[in-house]
Structures are given as C-alpha cells and as structure tokens.
C-alpha cells in the first residue's frame, strides 16, 4: 500500500476533526482515519451535556480570561496555562464553525446559541443540544468528512506503532473482517482513541471499548505518558450501571439529597451547591455515603439526585435522555422519583505527553483529546471542557500533522514484523491445560481499582493495588482465546483490550502511589493537602525494557499565580 | 438486605450462529442462563459470551442506547439489545421462555449478529447527507447562523437519529430492493433539507427523485413503528415528497404523478379510480409499452384481469372534504399555539 501522509488512529470527535483539518490544510494529502468502530459508534456521542465557550450569548459580561481562569482553578493549578489560554480563546471560534456546518445547537429567544450553567464554570457558558450534544457534534463531523472524502478504514484494530531507532514508520493493525494483519506506512500518526476509564470496569461509565488502546501503543513504542494518576469520577454515575446522568441535570437545577432528606452539598460548597467541580461532589457524595446518610439496595449504597421539582415539561425538554436511561436502567421515572446515583470512573485527565500544538515526543507521532494530556485539565477537568478539548486540539494537531507531514520519510515495514505481531496473536489461541478467563481479570481489575486506586487513596491501599494489577498481568500470560476464527473476532479484540487496560493501569496505581498529595480528583487520606512544593508537575511515565519508570515535568505557568480552592 | 434480592430465573437464547470460515448456512445456538429482572438482553449476552461460550459474536459499545451499535433482531423485531429488558421480552416469546436473537435484515451478513453496516454510509454519500454549508469556508467560526424556534423544531427529533438501521433492517421496500435509499437515510436527507444552513438541497433533491428514491417508500410505516428513539420518519418521507411536488417543482416523475392522481381521484370520488391510473402515472405510450403486452401475456395463461371497475362518487364526498379541510386547518393553528 502507499504510505499515508496521515493517519488517524480513532474516529471520535478529535480524530474527525484532526482529518478535516488536515485535509483543509492540505487538500493534496493522503489522509486515513483508522477507527476499530464505525466513526459514528465512538464514545464522543455519549456525551451529553455540551462544550464551554465564552460566547457570551447568555451572561453578557462573559469573557474568554474568565473562561481561563475557571479552567486554570478548576485543574487545581495543575493544567498548563498556555494550554488553557488556547483551549480558552479558540473556544467561541470552533462554537461557530460547528453551528456554521450544521451542528443543531439549541437556541435562545433571541435565536442565538444557548448556553446553561455547568460545573465550576463563573458564567453559564455551556453550549448545548438538549442532552444529546456529544452525539450532534460527532454526527456533524462524520457527515463532514464523508463530504469531504476522508479515507475510512473502519473496524480496524491497531496493535502496534512500528518504529526503529525512534524513528516512527508506521502501524500495525488488524483488520476486523479478516483477521488480516495489514502494515499502514505513515509519515505522520494522530492518536486519538479516547480515554482509558473502562479500567474501572462496572465502576465506570464509559463504553466497552475505552481500554486507552492509543495510550498503551504509544507508552509501548516508548513515549511518555503524563499525569495518569487523575482519574475524574463523575458524581452522578446511575447506581446499577455505572452510566451517567449528565451534569446538566445539576445544571437545570436537580438536587442531590441523602437519606436523611438533606441537600448535604450544602456542607461542602454553600454557595455553588450541586454546581461545584465535580472531584468536590464525587467526594462529597462518596463522604455521605461513607458515614452512613446514603440509601441501601442490593446494588450497593446510593444518593438521591432529584428532578421532581423540575417539572415534567423541562425534564421532557432539556433531559429526554436522562429520563429515557432512567427508565431503562433503573425503573424510575424522574419525573416522578428521584434517580438512585453514585459516583462513576468517568474521564482520563492524564494521556498522551503532548505540547500545545499536538505534538508528542517522538517525531512524526501526534494526539489528541483524551488520549492525549496537554495538559489543559490538569488534576480535574470541568464539565463542558472535555468535548471542547477533542475540537480545538482535534484540529490543531490536524493542523500540525499537515504542515509537518512531508519532512518525515515513511520507512518499511518489514514482512517479519508482522509476522511477529500474527504470532504473538495466535499465540493466545493455543490450547495449554491452565488457562485464565478474561472476563473474571476484567472484573478483579475493575475492582481492585475501584477499591484502591478510587476516590479516596492513601498508600497502603494503592501497594496492594500495585500488587494486584502486576498479579493480574502476570495471570494475563496464562489467558485463552476460544475463538480462532478470523473474521470479526470480538473474543480476541476484547483480550487485546484487556491487555492495554492492564499496561495503562499500572501506570494509574503508579502514579497515585508517588504522588503524596491531594490535588483535584487525586485524593491521599494520607496526605490529605495539596503540596505545591513538592508536587506542583505533572508526573511522566515511560515504559523502559518492559518497566514502568516514573519521571516530572514542570507546569506551565503564567498570569495565574497558585491560590487555594474553594467553591 | 436478603429479602430486597431481584427477582431471578433461567432464561434460554435461541442465538443466530454464522461463521461464514466454516458454516455453510446459519444455524441456532440455544444457551440458558440465570437471568436477573431489570437486566438487558446485551447484558445477558455479555453474559454468555464471558461464561458459556466466547465465540459468539455480536456488536457492543456505549451500551447506553447512543451509539447504536447493538442493534439486531429480538423476537422478531428490530431493536438495541442495550434497551431491550429480558423481562419485558419474556412476555413476547413464541416459545414460552425462549428469546430469539438474530442479526439485522437487509444488509450483508457478516457473522452471527453482525452484519456489514457499509451500505448505510455509502448511501449517507449517496444522498449528500450532509450540511454543504452557505458560509464560505474561510469565513467559518467567525459568527454563528441565527436560527429561529421553528426552524430548529423541523429537524430536532430528526437529530436524535443513531444510524443504528433497525428501520433499514424492517423496510419492506429494501427487503425487495437493496438498492432503495432506505428510511434512516431519507430522515437524514429531509433534516438537511429543511435546515437553513444548507446549500445542497437542489441537488440532494435531485436525487432523491430518481429511481430507488423516495417516491419507492409504500408507507408501511415499519420504519416508524420500529425506531429506537421515537423518531416520526414517515413524516420525513411525506416532507420530501412535499418538498418534491410543491417547492422544487419536481412534479415530472412518476413518483409525483402517482400521487397526484391518488389526491385528485380522492378529492372528487373518495375512490381510486385504477382503471385510468397507468396511463396518468406513466402516460399512455409507457402504458401501451410496458403494461399492455403483460395483459396479453394474462390473457394467454388464463389469466385474465377482471375488467377495471367503473368508479362511482362516493355520497357525501365533497361536503365531507369541506368539514375535513376545516378541521385540519384548525388542528395546524393549534399546533402553532402550542409551539409557543
């Protein structure tokens, strides 16, 4: 095949974007999109309250600094400022270019974009469509670069970056429909494949195949991975599922109440209430829970988020969806009852080392939205934040990736390579007498994280954390897959995503342990303060002959000096 | 907390087998398992794919009922496994007890459940299912359309649309015809054809029009009754044809033809008059052409047509169209009213 100019492993929002950028940038470039689900599948359309942007249609006196500043302070000073600041002001731009190609945003009277209040946000600046916004955008997009012409490989699945002496030549996937390993030469790479939360398993809130499969292929062919340990958990994740309840029913004005009747956020941020970042209402919530003023069920403790007050017309309005996943997944109807929630892994802070213009360390190799750490969330992204960074960084390493492709040559990618990968593949369909369940290392994974390495974490519970993941990747050797045939074999991809769960897991456990702070979602009993001495940096780590070796990186500063947090 | 326990019971999956490597034709696998009341039928196959056999091969992702993924046939129907309790499926089994799980219609199969979703986006591009936007690219993010109420109200639900082709998989026009454009793209058309934004509508409509388009839909309204989020396609496909007669002047096709002969007959006798049918939908010379020769082919197997019936006015048909018109006209105002 003839090598790409570009490709882009991932077919969410970031990765859409990255090919239509790229291919406005530089319309004579061969662009491919690589994406193991149809584009239109990807979890950015799980996204359902909306993306920040100063627009301020609503509260005249918003502006692009504010937007900055709530960004900066909702990280806990750990983003990276001049990330912010581009994140910030090319917010209202990337607002309008999606309403300009035919993103349904709601509207206001006056016929404007309509934007409602969020999370951590000092303006309500939350661009919307009802709760179904994530999946607008990525319609829009995909629909974009159909238009456009974008090469889509669907339902491939990358296994490796091939490089030889840190020199990036390209990938390695397997095609889904016929189990055929095929090399994709490539003079650039975007790694845009989303988050790695699902490492929480029944705690989390993402879909099935959020196994951080980029992150894992990067951190294998030796580029680092930054702050990993910052894994946000959602407050209002459904209690049986783990699915989520958009913040935007915080944002319309639900309460959350315990069982004692109380509004109890009144505790903990008086005067943001429901409304405070959500590390804060996670942890207030879990706190509630922990000392006794949650409800029981056979599906574990909860708390009560209550819309009856709402009214059944604005629940029918501005929360259909939320009123349909209640229903489907709980029995109740919010109209009537309030929903049974509990905090849920939600959302990877830490990713990909990138620089501002997408760029990683290794020449040639880019990425871009959760699987990337720029670092524009820092120890806690805000609501509305994270489908604003999939666009504006989406695009900007497009961007980068076109204007850069032609100074990196493609190497060959040899027969013997993948013929190694075909082997190491078949390898887990041989019959030995021992052999491990996936689906049970999936579970105790899921678990041991969620116990250990959840919420609240204090060293002990993270060295048995450690221990139990590096148990479970050994065990991971001793793993079967029953089914050998090549087309679509869903027994294998899920094992190979076990698999990148794994590697990025220790990686999360590893972190937690050497940070001996509390900043934003990374919460140590042990150390209950943040430290900014000692730990105002991001936390590097790389994978050195099979090891997991910690490094730092300094923040980025610049006009906000580092101030307390208080909602 | 003992006696809070969910109700259990064994439940069997009669589940479509095919590995096009080593399988002829497809078969069914029955597998029966503990089920837990308020589970989903994705969730018990998860279930069965991690405890009772990993080879069985589905779709899966969000499984939240958004991205569409797991869309096959439960019991006959066209459904997201995600959103389909077990419980409530139990009550429409053939076989008491047995939920029969299958792969979407009218696309190609590729194994077990899944089957190859390519012909949907070739027909997303087929059809411009896009917004080719009126704004020039290089003045793109500068500032945003105003869009008004109603406008937006036009395609709102159609935006709620997955792609996850349960409609296409319950069409009984692309049973027949794999060629036909399909419900699930005909919504999307109609949304960007409605949406001030666009620039393309002429064109989309243009193609629309032609054979295999929207004039092919029988109104079955399978497409509507099925769609996992509600969404009123029909009135998608009547807004097309609409859109096709009265604005964009495209009443030179047979498909439009058709239909008007249907309004003119109904408007003055409350009946079909067959007889003459043809001959306004395709004129007289295709008549002769194509349906004449048939006849006599009819005639020579003993087939003999029943002479077309003489068609009578319906009693009462004109005042009936008054009262009907007055009353339709005064739903529509009220429709404005609540829209308010």
Same mark, same amino acid.
Request: hydrophobic share 35%.
């Given at each position: ?298 599906a574990g403790q909860y708390i009560n988020l209550d819309l009856t007050h709402l009214g ?133 994974l899921g678990q041991t994280l969620a116990v250990n390495v959840g919420i609240f974490r ?110 | ?63 939240a009922g958004i991205c569409g993924s797991c869309g096959m046939r439960i019991n006959g ?21 047995? %939920?029969?799980? @299958? ?8 194994? +077990?459940? !899944?089957?190859?979703?390519?012909? *949907?986006? /070739? ?23 105003? %869009?008004?109420? @109603? ?8 935006? +709620?649309? !997955?792609?996850?082709?349960?409609? *296409?998989? /319950? ?170």
């Amino acid at each position: 095949m003839k090598p790409f100019d570009i490709v882009v492993v991932g077919g969410g929002g970031a990765g859409l974007y990255a090919a239509m950028e790229a291919m406005k940038t530089n319309p004579s470039l061969n662009i491919a999109v690589l994406s193991k689900v149809y584009p239109n599948r990807s979890h950015t359309s799980a996204a359902q309250g909306g993306a920040n942007a100063a627009l301020a249609n609503k509260a005249k006196d918003d502006t692009v600094e504010m937007h900055v500043f709530d960004t900066i302070k909702g990280s806990d000073y750990l983003a990276d400022q001049d990330a912010a600041e581009v994140l910030c002001s090319e917010a209202p731009k990337i607002i309008r270019e999606l309403d300009n190609i035919g993103t349904p945003w709601s509207r206001m009277d006056d016929n404007t974009i309509a934007q409602r209040p969020f999370g951590g946000a000092g303006r309500p600046r939350c661009c919307y469509c009802a709760d179904k916004t994530g999946h607008t955008i990525l319609q829009t997009l995909y629909e974009q670069c159909l238009r456009k012409g974008v090469f889509f490989f669907n339902e491939y699945f990358v296994l490796s970056l091939s490089v030889d002496d840190s020199r990036m030549k390209g990938l390695i996937a397997m095609n889904m429909r016929t189990g055929k390993i095929e090399a994709f030469r490539a003079r650039t790479v975007i790694f845009a494949t989303g988050g790695y939360a699902k490492m929480y398993w029944n705690r989390s809130s993402n879909a099935a195949g959020n196994s951080g499969d980029g992150q894992a292929i990067a951190y294998r062919a030796g580029i680092p991975l930054k702050d990993m340990e910052f894994v946000q958990f959602h407050p209002t994740g459904l209690r049986k599922s783990g699915l989520l309840v958009t913040e935007g029913a915080r944002g319309e004005g639900g309460y959350l109440i315990n069982i004692k009747g109380e509004r109890f956020m009144n505790r903990y941020a008086p005067e943001k209430m429901e409304l405070g970042p959500r590390d804060l209402v996670s942890r207030s919530i879990e706190t509630e829970i922990l000392e006794g003023r949650g409800f029981d069920s056979p599906a574990g403790q909860y708390i009560n988020l209550d819309l009856t007050h709402l009214g059944a017309d604005l629940i029918k309005s501005r929360l259909p969806q939320i009123r349909e996943m209640s229903m489907y997944f709980e029995g109740v109807d919010p109209i009537e009852e309030p929903i049974p929630i509990r905090p849920t892994a939600h959302y990877s802070m830490g990713g990909i080392d990138t620089d501002i213009y997408g760029r990683t360390p290794m020449d040639g190799v880019y990425a871009a939205g959760e699987a990337a750490c720029v670092s524009v969330h820092g120890a806690n992204r805000l609501g509305g934040n994270s489908l604003l960074e999939i666009l504006v960084f989406g695009r900007i390493a497009g961007h980068t990736a076109a204007e850069e492709a032609g100074r990196f040559d493609p190497g060959e990618i040899s027969r013997q390579e993948l013929e190694a990968s075909e082997h190491e593949l078949r390898e887990f369909m041989k019959p030995s007498g021992h052999y491990e369940r996936y689906g049970a290392l999936r579970e105790e994974l899921g678990q041991t994280l969620a116990v250990n390495v959840g919420i609240f974490r204090e060293a002990p519970k993270i060295e048995k954390g450690i221990a139990d993941v590096r148990e479970l990747k050994e065990r991971f050797r001793h793993v079967r897959v029953f089914d050998t045939s090549d087309v679509f074999n869903t027994n294998l991809i899920q094992v190979l995503e076990l698999q990148n769960m794994l590697d990025l897991a220790e990686t999360v456990a590893l972190g937690a342990y050497a940070r001996e702070e509390s900043r934003g979602s990374h919460t140590r009993t042990d150390f209950p303060k943040r430290d900014d001495e000692n730990w105002h940096k991001h936390t590097l780590c790389t994978w050195e002959n099979g090891k997991a070796v910690l490094g730092e990186k300094p923040v980025t500063m610049g006009k906000y000096e580092l101030q307390e947090r208080t909602y | 907390m003992g006696e809070h326990k969910e109700e259990m019971r064994d439940v069997t999956f009669r589940v479509l087998r095919f590995n096009p490597q080593v399988d002829n034709k497809p078969y069914f696998d029955d597998y029966t398992i503990p089920v837990e009341k308020g589970i989903t039928v994705l969730r018990a196959l998860n279930y069965i794919k991690e405890h009772v056999d990993p080879t069985v091969s589905f779709r899966a992702f969000c499984q939240a009922g958004i991205c569409g993924s797991c869309g096959m046939r439960i019991n006959g129907i066209s459904k997201l496994g995600c959103t389909t309790q077990v419980w409530d499926e139990l009550e429409k089994c053939k076989v008491p007890n047995v %939920i029969k799980v @299958e792969p979407l219609r009218n696309m190609p199969h590729i194994k +077990d459940l !899944i089957v190859d979703m390519d012909p *949907m986006v /070739e027909k997303m591009k087929k059809y411009s299912n896009w917004v080719e936007s009126t704004m020039p690219e290089s003045r793109m993010g500068e500032k945003e359309f105003l %869009i008004a109420e @109603e406008e937006f109200q036009e395609y709102d639900k159609a935006t +709620d649309c !997955i792609l996850c082709a349960s409609c *296409m998989s /319950e069409c009984s026009i692309l049973r027949a015809n794999k060629e036909y454009v399909a419900p699930a793209i005909l919504l999307k058309s109609h949304r960007m054809n409605v949406d001030s934004r666009d620039g393309s509508h002429d064109r989309r409509m243009s193609e629309l029009v032609k054979d295999h388009g929207v004039w092919d839909c029988t109104h079955c309204y399978r497409c509507q009754e099925t769609c996992v989020k509600s969404i009123p396609i029909m009135d998608a496909i009547h807004g097309i044809r609409e859109d096709a007669m009265v604005t964009r002047g495209a009443k030179d096709t047979s498909g439009a033809r058709h239909a008007e002969a249907f309004m003119e007959d109904i408007a003055k006798k409350g009946k079909l008059v067959e007889a003459t049918l043809p001959i306004r939908t395709n004129g007289i010379g295709w008549t002769l052409k194509n349906l004449l020769p048939m006849a006599f082919k009819m005639v020579m197997k003993r087939r003999t047509p029943p002479p077309p019936p003489f068609v009578k006015s319906s009693k009462g048909i004109k005042k009936f169209r008054e009262e009907f018109s007055e009353m339709s006209g005064r739903v529509k105002g009220e429709q404005k009213d609540h829209k308010k």
